[in-house]
């Protein structure tokens, strides 16, 4: 009967054991500051910038997993996507026309913590001079595809050293 109870409470005890074994889930929050007065807010609906931020927030947030369980927050202060946004054609449609001199740029803060610890904060002004002649692996029909190459540069440089190995593709 003993047995019976040691098996039954190690059973129990076995899914704890896997969390505990697992590393902590990282986060990352993502806070667009005064986003009405970003460099593109006038070239947008309301509705445009919104799905343009959440993508870049979505972006940032699928970074998480590779930092180890520590957690980064991140206030982006000031945003400029590549290119201008020009009237075009007979009908004067809006059209974002891409020229090397019109670079992204994106401003932020972070805070990188771990336990609720701060482990490094700091500030960041990106740009991508060369975004035009660069490798991109988005596809060419993603509307922030600049920005994505130039926030996956920054973040691998920034955090290299909490970054946990990308696992091989088998």
């Given at each position: 009967m003993l047995s019976r109870i040691a098996v039954a409470a190690g059973v129990m005890l076995m899914p704890l054991a896997l969390l505990v074994s697992q590393p902590a889930h990282a986060?990352?929050?993502?806070?667009?500051i005064e986003a009405e007065k970003f460099?593109?807010?006038q070239d947008f609906s309301r509705h445009n910038?919104?799905?343009?931020?959440?993508?870049l927030q979505t972006h940032l947030e699928a970074?998480?997993?590779?930092?180890?369980?520590?957690n980064l927050s991140i206030?982006?202060?000031?945003?400029?996507?590549?290119?201008?946004?020009?009237?075009?054609?007979?009908?004067?449609?809006?059209?974002?026309?891409?020229?090397?001199?019109?670079?992204?740029?994106i401003e932020l803060r972070y805070v990188l913590s771990e336990g609720g610890k701060t482990l490094r904060s700091?500030?960041?002004?990106?740009?991508?001079?060369n975004y035009l002649s660069s490798q991109n692996r988005y596809p060419s029909g993603d509307p922030i595809r600049y920005e994505r190459r130039m926030l996956d540069l920054?973040?691998?440089e920034e955090f290299?050293?909490?970054?946990?190995?990308?696992k091989p593709a088998s």
């Open positions: 986060e990352v929050t993502v806070r667009f460099v593109d807010a910038r919104d799905d343009v931020l959440l993508a970074l998480a997993p590779r930092l180890a369980g520590k206030e982006v202060t000031q945003l400029d996507l590549a290119g201008t946004v020009e009237p075009y054609g007979r009908w004067m449609e809006m059209l974002r026309v891409l020229r090397p001199i019109t670079s992204p740029s700091g500030q960041a002004a990106l740009r991508d001079f920054w973040f691998a290299r050293a909490e970054l946990v190995p990308a």
